[in-house]
C-alpha cells in the first residue's frame, strides 16, 4: 500500500498540498495550490485516491474514468477537471476549487432552523443539475457520435451549491459510458445510493439518461420536503418502493409549491423512462418556464448565494468544499480502515433480488 501523502508535498512537481478540506470512502480532497512560473499562485482541489484502493485495479480503474469523462465535459455547472497525476503508487485528480456546501446539508439547514427552502431556489438548483446532465448526456465523440455519459449517482451530497450561487453537479465516479474500456458492474448489480434509484434500473434494465431525470426528481422532492422520498427500514424495502414507484403526492406537504412545477418533478418521477421529459434540457428549460411565471423581486443567483454563506458561517465551514459526506460516494470513513472501506464501497453495489421486478401476487 502506497504512503499517504502529507501537508506540504508537492504533487506532480506543481500542486502543493496544504490541508484536507474533506474525506470520503473512495477519496481525500485536498486543498492545494498550483506553483507556476514567475510566482503564479492558484488555489486547486486535489482529489486523492485512498492508498488502500489505489492497489486495486477496479477502483483505480473507476477514479481514471471518472477523470477520463470529467476532463470532457464542458460545463459551468459540472466541477472541471484539470489535471490527472500518478506518483509513488497513489493517483490524484486536480479540479477547480469550489467554496460551497452540498444540498444536502443546505437542506438539513434549513429544516433544522424550522422552516424549509423555498420553492423557488430549489427550482433554481434543479435547472443547475439539468443544465450539468444535459452536458454529461449530450457529449459528443471525435467523430461527432453522441456518447452519453448517464451520471448514476445524481443524489443530494453530489450537487453542490457555491458561495456564488451556481449549482454544480459532482463525483462521475459511477457513470455509465458507451466508450469506457470496461463495465465494472457484475451481473444482478446496480450501483447508486439505493434511495436514488429508479425503477427500471431496480428492475435490472440499463441505466439511461432518464433515469438520471428520476434521480433529479427525487433529490428535488427531498429537497422540498425535508426528508428522502424513498426511504425504507431496509434496501430491500427501499427496493420495494422504488420497484413499484410508490411517490407520495407533493403539494399536500408543501401546499405553497405551485402545481405546474410539482407537475414536473412528479413526470420526471413516472414509473417508466418514455413518460418523463425527451431530455434533460426540457425538464431545466419547463422548470424554466414555472419560474418566470413568479414576480421576484430579488436575484434567484443572489439569494442562493447568501443562503450558502449562512448556511456556511452556520456550520463553521471556512475553506472547507462541503460537507464531509460530499465529496466522494461513502461519507466520512477514515482511509486508514482498509476493512471498512470494502464494507462501505459495497453500499454502492446492491445485490438485487432474484425475481427482479416481479411484483408479489
Given at each position: 500500500?502506497?504512503?499517504?501523502p502529507?501537508?506540504?508535498?508537492l504533487?506532480?512537481?506543481?500542486?502543493?498540498?496544504?490541508?484536507?478540506?474533506?474525506?470520503g470512502?473512495m477519496?481525500?480532497?485536498?486543498r492545494?495550490?498550483?506553483?507556476?512560473d514567475m510566482g503564479f499562485?492558484?488555489?486547486?482541489?486535489?482529489k486523492?485516491?485512498?492508498?488502500a484502493?489505489?492497489v486495486?485495479?477496479?477502483?483505480v480503474?473507476?477514479?481514471v474514468e471518472e477523470?477520463?469523462?470529467g476532463s470532457?465535459?464542458?460545463?459551468?455547472h459540472?466541477a472541471?477537471v484539470?489535471?490527472f497525476?500518478?506518483?509513488?503508487?497513489?493517483?490524484y485528480?486536480v479540479?477547480e476549487?469550489?467554496?460551497?456546501?452540498?444540498l444536502?446539508?443546505w437542506t438539513?439547514w434549513?429544516y433544522?432552523?424550522?422552516?424549509?427552502?423555498?420553492w423557488e431556489l430549489?427550482?433554481?438548483i434543479?435547472v443547475?443539475v439539468l443544465?450539468?446532465?444535459?452536458?454529461?448526456?449530450?457529449r459528443?465523440?471525435p467523430?461527432?457520435?453522441?456518447l452519453p455519459?448517464?451520471h448514476r449517482d445524481?443524489?443530494?451530497?453530489?450537487?453542490l451549491?457555491?458561495?456564488?450561487g451556481?449549482?454544480?453537479?459532482?463525483?462521475?465516479?459511477?457513470s455509465l459510458?458507451?466508450d469506457?474500456?470496461?463495465?465494472t458492474?457484475?451481473?444482478g448489480?446496480v450501483?447508486g445510493?439505493?434511495?436514488y434509484l429508479s425503477p427500471?434500473i431496480?428492475s435490472?434494465a440499463?441505466?439511461?439518461?432518464?433515469?438520471?431525470?428520476?434521480a433529479?426528481?427525487?433529490?428535488l422532492?427531498?429537497a422540498?420536503?425535508?426528508r428522502?422520498?424513498?426511504?425504507?427500514?431496509?434496501d430491500?424495502?427501499?427496493?420495494v418502493r422504488?420497484?413499484?414507484?410508490?411517490?407520495?403526492p407533493?403539494?399536500?406537504l408543501?401546499?405553497?409549491?405551485?402545481?405546474?412545477?410539482?407537475?414536473l418533478?412528479?413526470?420526471?418521477?413516472?414509473p417508466?423512462?418514455e413518460?418523463?421529459?425527451p431530455t434533460?434540457?426540457?425538464?431545466?428549460?419547463q422548470?424554466g418556464?414555472?419560474?418566470k411565471?413568479?414576480q421576484?423581486?430579488?436575484?434567484?443567483?443572489?439569494m442562493l448565494?447568501?443562503s450558502?454563506?449562512?448556511?456556511?458561517?452556520?456550520m463553521g465551514?471556512?475553506?472547507?468544499?462541503?460537507?464531509l459526506?460530499a465529496l466522494?460516494?461513502?461519507?466520512e470513513l477514515r482511509?486508514?480502515?482498509?476493512?471498512?472501506i470494502g464494507?462501505?464501497?459495497?453500499?454502492?453495489?446492491?445485490?438485487?433480488p432474484g425475481?427482479l421486478?416481479r411484483k408479489k401476487?
Amino acid at each position: 500500500m502506497p504512503e499517504a501523502p502529507r501537508p506540504g508535498d508537492l504533487i506532480g512537481g506543481r500542486y502543493r498540498l496544504q490541508e484536507v478540506a474533506g474525506r470520503g470512502g473512495m477519496a481525500d480532497v485536498w486543498r492545494a495550490e498550483v506553483e507556476g512560473d514567475m510566482g503564479f499562485r492558484r488555489v486547486v482541489a486535489v482529489k486523492q485516491m485512498h492508498p488502500a484502493l489505489a492497489v486495486q485495479p477496479t477502483y483505480v480503474n473507476m477514479f481514471v474514468e471518472e477523470a477520463r469523462l470529467g476532463s470532457q465535459l464542458e460545463s459551468p455547472h459540472l466541477a472541471e477537471v484539470r489535471d490527472f497525476v500518478a506518483e509513488d503508487g497513489n493517483f490524484y485528480m486536480v479540479m477547480e476549487w469550489v467554496e460551497a456546501v452540498d444540498l444536502g446539508t443546505w437542506t438539513r439547514w434549513h429544516y433544522e432552523r424550522g422552516e424549509g427552502p423555498r420553492w423557488e431556489l430549489v427550482a433554481a438548483i434543479g435547472v443547475g443539475v439539468l443544465r450539468g446532465l444535459a452536458a454529461a448526456h449530450e457529449r459528443h465523440g471525435p467523430d461527432g457520435k453522441v456518447l452519453p455519459v448517464v451520471h448514476r449517482d445524481v443524489s443530494p451530497h453530489n450537487v453542490l451549491l457555491t458561495t456564488r450561487g451556481l449549482v454544480k453537479l459532482i463525483d462521475f465516479g459511477l457513470s455509465l459510458a458507451p466508450d469506457r474500456e470496461a463495465e465494472t458492474t457484475d451481473p444482478g448489480v446496480v450501483k447508486g445510493k439505493m434511495s436514488y434509484l429508479s425503477p427500471e434500473i431496480v428492475s435490472g434494465a440499463r441505466p439511461c439518461p432518464e433515469s438520471d431525470q428520476f434521480a433529479v426528481g427525487s433529490v428535488l422532492w427531498e429537497a422540498l420536503v425535508g426528508r428522502k422520498l424513498f426511504d425504507g427500514q431496509n434496501d430491500y424495502e427501499t427496493y420495494v418502493r422504488l420497484r413499484d414507484c410508490q411517490v407520495q403526492p407533493l403539494r399536500p406537504l408543501r401546499p405553497d409549491v405551485p402545481s405546474d412545477f410539482a407537475g414536473l418533478i412528479h413526470r420526471a418521477l413516472s414509473p417508466r423512462p418514455e413518460q418523463r421529459f425527451p431530455t434533460s434540457r426540457e425538464f431545466a428549460r419547463q422548470i424554466g418556464t414555472a419560474l418566470k411565471k413568479v414576480q421576484l423581486r430579488k436575484d434567484l443567483h443572489h439569494m442562493l448565494s447568501k443562503s450558502v454563506q449562512d448556511a456556511r458561517n452556520a456550520m463553521g465551514m471556512k475553506s472547507r468544499t462541503g460537507d464531509l459526506s460530499a465529496l466522494t460516494p461513502i461519507a466520512e470513513l477514515r482511509p486508514e480502515e482498509p476493512t471498512a472501506i470494502g464494507e462501505r464501497l459495497r453500499g454502492l453495489r446492491h445485490k438485487l433480488p432474484g425475481f427482479l421486478g416481479r411484483k408479489k401476487a
